[in-house]
C-alpha cells in the first residue's frame, strides 16, 4: 500500500517528472510486483475475478506487452514480491482475529449503505475488500431472485462488479507469476518481508540500476530517484526525484516521514488522529499543513491532547512503523536475513535469541544499538534457510508466518464461505494437514518453535480457535525418513504420471523405497544421499501420500503398500489418463476423501443454480445433470487467451470450486512441508543448485502450486446445455450462444477443440469415479448420475 494520497498530490504539485525509457536502455530495472500489478489491473480490469476465482487472465497480456519493450531496449526487470507482513500489517490485515471484525463490519456497511463513504478512511484493506465482495453477492442474489423465473435461456448479466478501488491481494496468484517468469526466463525473488526495502538494498549494492516501485520509497535515505509509472505506449516513464519532492513540500526528512505514518503507509496501514476526519483524497495535503504551517507533527497533538486507549493505540501504531522503516530486515548477498539501514548496526555482534529476536550488539564500534524488542514491531524471526527457500519460490509462506506469528488465518472464500460443508472441511483440516504440516517445519528448528502455541482461527469462530499440534512422538519427520526414491537420474523431470510409472515399476515397494538407515546425516557420503530434482520430489511426494494415507507405511513391520486410494492413483496411467489431469483427479479424489461434500450433495444453506426456473422445472433430470458437470469440471483448466472477463457468474459453482480450490492449496502446503523438512535434514545436495537450478528444477516442477481454474468452463457448459436442451437439441444455437456471451472469438478462439477436450477430461475422470465406486469410496449414485449426465453432455456435442 503506497502513502495515502500522496502519489495524486505529487502529481498536482508538478513534482512527478517524466523521462523516455530509451534512457533506461541497457539497464538491470527493479520492480516491485505489489505495484507493478496495481498499475495494470486497474478498478475498470478483472471486476469479476471475486465471482468466477482463478487466475487474472489479462494480467499476462498486459505482462507480455511490457516485457516485448524491456526486450526492445535491452532493460533486465528483476521482479520482487513482497514476503511475510510486520506486526502493523499483521494486525490490520486481520490476521490476529481471521477478519472476524472485518467481515461482521462488511456486512453492516453494506447493510446500511455506507460502503465507499467518506469515513472509509478508518476501514482497512480487507474490510473493504469483504465488504465489496458482500455487496456484490447480495446484488447478485437479488438479480437472480428477480429474474430467474423470466428468463429461459439467455443468462443474466450481473450489474454489479466485484472489486472497485482495492488493489488485487497478489499473494492469491503469487505462485502462478513465479511459474510464469521461470518458464521465460526472467529474474525475481521473493523478498523476506518488504518489497521495496529489498529493492533499495540491491541499488545500494548495485545489483540493479533503477527501481520502479511505490511512493513509500521516498521514505528510505537511500534512494535518490526512482520509477513511479511506466508510460508504455508513449514510450516514457514517470519517476519521482526525493530532492525535488522534500524542496518542493518544504519538509525535511523526518518531517516526511512523520506525515507518511500519520495518513498510513505500506508499514503503517491506519490513518491516525487527527486525520481521519479528512476525505481520503486530501489526508496527505491537510498532514503537511499541519507539519508545515503549524509546527504541529503526530507527537505534539499527541501531547496536547488527553491521552486515551484510542491514541495509545496511535503511538504503539506509529512507532512500529517508524521502527519497521528502521530495523527491516533484508535478504543479502551472503544468503542471510539482516537488518537493513542507513545506520545498519554490525549483525556480527548480535546475539539471537531464542524465540528468534536480535539482542542489542556489544561492539563499542557498532553506530546503533538494535532493540531487543524488535521482533514485536518486525515480526519473530526464523532460520536463514526458510527465507531462503521463500526467496526462490519454493514455499508460498503462510505457515511460515503462522509459525512466526503464532496464528494461522482462515478467512472467507470468495463465495464468503457460509456452507456447513466448507466450514467442517476447515475445521478436519486441522487434523488431515495443518498438524502435519506444523509438525514437521518446527521440529528441525529453535525448540521455542516446538513448544510456542499456534492457533487456527476461523472467521465463523474466531472465539474458539484450534489449537495446532507442535509437538509429537515420534516427530512426522521421524515416522517418513525411512522413504526414499533414488535413481540418480538427472535428466528425468518429476510428474504424478512419471512417479506412477516409478512406483508401478517396482515388484517390491519395501525393498525399492524403504531404506534401513536414513540418510540425512552429516556422516552420510554424499553420493548416498538424493542427487537428481526427480529423486528429492518424488521421495517427498511418496511420503506426501504416505501422510495422506494413500499408502499404508510400518518400518518396524515391513509394511509399504498402496490403500485403496492409493490403487486408484497408481492405476491412473493403466487406465490411460492423460497426464494433463492427473493433478486435477488427484485434488478430487483427496477431497471427496475428505467426507465433506459428495458430489451429487446439496450444499447447506441451499443456494440456486443460475439457471432458469423454466429449466430446473422443465428438465429437472438434466439439470442435475448439469449440476454434476459444473461440479467435476471446476478443475478443468481452459486453454483461453488473456483477456478481461466480462461475463455470466454462477454462485453455485463458486462455492463448490471453493471447496477444491481449499483443499488443492492444503495439499500445497503438505507437500511444501514435506519436501523442505527433507532438505532443511540435510537428505540432498543443496549446493548442487544455485538459485536459477532451485527455480526451474525444483519449483517449476512441484505439484498443486498453481492456482484453480476459474469457474468459466463449468459456466460455458452449464448454459450451452441450457440452450441445448430449449432449443430443439440444436448444437449451433447453443454453440452460438456461449460464443457470445463468454466473447470466446476473443478469449477461447478454439472453443470446439477445448469443448472436446473438457469432455475428454471427463471420461478419464468418469475412470476414476468408476474405481472409487468399485472400491465403495463414493456413493453409487454418484458414479451413476455422472454416467448419464457424461452420456447428455457427449450426445449434446454429437448433434
Not at 17 to 44: C, F, M, Q, W
Not at 139 to 165: G, K
Not at 276 to 281: A, G, I, S
Not at 736 to 763: C, G, Q
Amino acid at each position: 500500500m503506497p502513502v495515502k494520497s500522496l502519489e495524486s498530490f505529487l502529481f498536482e504539485k508538478g513534482l512527478v517528472g517524466s523521462y523516455p525509457i530509451e534512457s533506461l536502455k541497457n539497464a538491470t530495472l527493479g520492480i516491485d510486483v505489489d505495484h507493478y500489478v496495481s498499475r495494470l489491473l486497474t478498478s475498470k480490469r478483472e471486476q469479476y475475478l471475486d465471482a468466477i476465482g482463478g487466475f487474472p487472465t489479462s494480467l499476462k497480456m498486459y505482462l507480455e506487452s511490457d516485457l516485448q519493450v524491456f526486450k526492445e531496449y535491452n532493460i533486465t526487470p528483476v521482479f520482487i514480491f513482497s514476503g511475510s507482513a510486520v506486526a502493523n500489517q499483521v494486525e490490520a490485515s486481520g490476521h490476529y482475529t481471521a477478519a472476524a471484525e472485518e467481515a461482521a463490519a462488511a456486512v453492516n456497511a453494506s447493510a446500511s449503505g455506507s460502503l465507499g463513504s467518506s469515513g472509509s478512511t478508518t476501514r482497512s484493506v480487507k474490510e473493504t475488500i469483504l465488504a465489496q465482495r458482500h455487496r456484490g453477492w447480495t446484488q447478485w442474489n437479488n438479480l437472480l431472485a428477480n429474474n430467474q423465473s423470466t428468463y429461459i435461456d439467455q443468462p443474466i448479466p450481473p450489474t454489479e462488479a466485484f472489486r472497485y478501488n482495492v488493489p488485487l491481494n497478489t499473494k492469491r496468484f503469487q505462485s502462478d507469476l513465479i511459474h510464469y517468469f521461470i518458464s521465460l526466463g526472467i529474474y525475481f525473488q521473493v523478498a523476506p518481508y518488504t518489497s521495496w526495502m529489498q529493492l533499495a538494498y540491491l541499488l545500494q549494492n548495485s545489483y540493479i540500476d533503477a527501481i520502479y516501485g511505490p511512493t513509500d520509497i521516498l521514505m528510505l535515505d537511500n534512494v535518490e530517484k526512482f520509477i513511479l509509472g511506466m508510460e508504455f505506449p508513449n514510450k516514457e516513464f514517470r519517476f519521482i526525484d526525493k530532492a525535488r519532492v522534500l524542496s518542493g513540500l518544504k519538509c525535511s526528512s523526518e518531517e516526511f516521514i512523520d506525515i507518511c505514518m500519520a495518513v498510513g503507509n505500506d508499514l503503517q496501514p491506519y490513518t491516525l488522529s487527527p486525520l481521519q476526519v479528512y476525505p481520503p483524497q486530501q489526508l496527505f495535503e491537510m498532514a503537511l499543513e499541519m507539519v508545515v504551517n503549524t509546527g504541529t507533527d503526530f507527537y505534539a497533538y499527541q501531547l496536547v491532547n488527553p491521552l486515551n486507549i484510542d491514541n495509545t493505540s496511535s503511538i504503539a501504531r506509529y512507532q512500529k512503523g517508524v521502527s519497521a522503516l528502521k530495523y527491516m530486515p533484508v535478504l543479502k548477498e551472503n544468503g542471510k536475513v539482516e537488518l537493513f539501514g542507513e545506520n545498519e548496526a554490525s549483525n556480527e555482534n548480535s546475539k539471537e535469541l531464542e524465540d528468534g529476536s536480535i539482542s542489542s550488539p556489544t561492539s563499542s564500534n557498532s553506530s546503533e544499538i538494535i532493540p531487543n524488542d524488535v521482533h514485536d514491531v518486525v515480526s519473530q524471526r526464523l532460520p536463514h534457510e526458510y527465507y531462503f527457500y521463500r526467496s526462490v519460490g519454493l514455499i508460498s509462506g503462510k505457515l511460515l508466518d503462522a509459525i512466526a506469528t503464532g496464528v494461522y488465518p482462515e478467512e472467507p472464500p470468495l463465495d464468503g464461505g457460509s456452507s456447513n460443508s466448507y466450514r467442517n472441511l476447515v475445521r478436519v483440516s486441522a487434523e488431515m494437514f495443518k498438524n502435519k504440516e506444523i509438525n514437521l517445519l518446527t521440529q528441525p528448528i529453535n525448540r521455542y518453535y516446538q513448544i510456542k502455541p499456534i492457533a487456527q482461527v476461523n472467521w465463523f469462530s474466531p472465539d474458539d480457535p484450534i489449537t495446532l499440534t507442535n509437538r509429537m512422538t515420534p516427530s512426522m519427520f521421524d515416522r517418513i525418513n525411512h522413504l526414499i526414491v533414488k535413481t540418480d537420474d538427472m535428466d528425468r523431470q518429476f510428474s504424478i504420471y512419471e512417479f506412477i510409472n516409478l512406483i508401478n515399476k517396482s515388484n517390491n515397494l519395501v525393498n525399492d523405497f524403504v531404506s534401513e538407515k536414513v540418510i540425512f546425516p552429516n556422516s552420510v557420503p554424499i553420493s548416498e544421499k538424493l542427487k537428481s530434482s526427480f529423486d528429492i520430489l518424488s521421495t517427498s511426494f511418496l511420503r506426501f501420500l504416505t501422510l495422506l494415507e494413500f499408502f499404508e507405511y510400518d518400518h518396524s513391520k515391513k509394511i509399504l503398500k498402496p490403500t485403496k486410494w492409493g490403487k486408484i492413483l497408481l492405476d491412473f496411467n493403466k487406465l490411460g489418463i492423460d497426464s494433463q489431469f492427473q493433478e486435477a483427479i488427484f485434488i478430487f479424489m483427496t477431497f471427496l476423501k475428505t467426507g465433506v461434500l459428495s458430489l451429487t450433495d446439496e450444499t447447506q444453506p441451499s443456494v440456486p443454480l443460475a439457471l432458469s426456473k423454466a429449466t430446473i422445472r422443465t428438465y429437472p433430470t438434466e439439470s442435475s445433470y448439469i449440476l454434476i458437470l459444473t461440479r467435476v469440471l471446476s478443475l478443468f483448466r481452459l486453454k483461453q487467451k488473456p483477456a478481461n472477463y466480462h461475463g455470466p457468474i454462477d454462485k453455485k459453482a463458486l462455492i463448490y470450486l471453493d471447496h477444491l480450490d481449499y483443499v488443492k492449496e492444503n495439499m500445497n502446503e503438505l507437500f511444501e512441508s514435506v519436501l523442505i523438512s527433507s532438505l532443511t535434514a540435510g537428505e540432498f545436495d543443496r549446493l548442487s543448485l544455485d538459485n536459477i537450478g532451485w527455480q526451474r528444477k525444483i519449483v517449476a516442477l512441484m505439484p498443486f502450486k498453481l492456482s484453480s481454474p476459474s469457474t468459466v468452463t463449468s459456466m460455458i457448459w452449464e448454459f450451452y446445455l441450457q440452450k441445448f436442451l430449449h432449443n430443439g437439441h440444436s448444437r449451433g444455437d447453443a454453440m452460438a450462444l456461449v460464443m457470445t456471451i463468454f466473447n470466446t472469438y476473443k478469449s477461447v478462439p478454439n472453443l470446439e477443440e477445448e469443448l472436446e477436450r473438457s469432455l475428454l477430461y471427463l471420461n478419464h475422470f468418469a475412470l476414476a469415479l468408476k474405481e472409487m465406486a468399485d472400491e465403495g469410496l463414493c456413493k453409487p449414485q454418484d458414479y451413476d448420475t455422472f454416467k448419464n449426465a457424461l452420456f447428455f453432455a457427449t450426445e449434446s456435442l454429437a448433434k
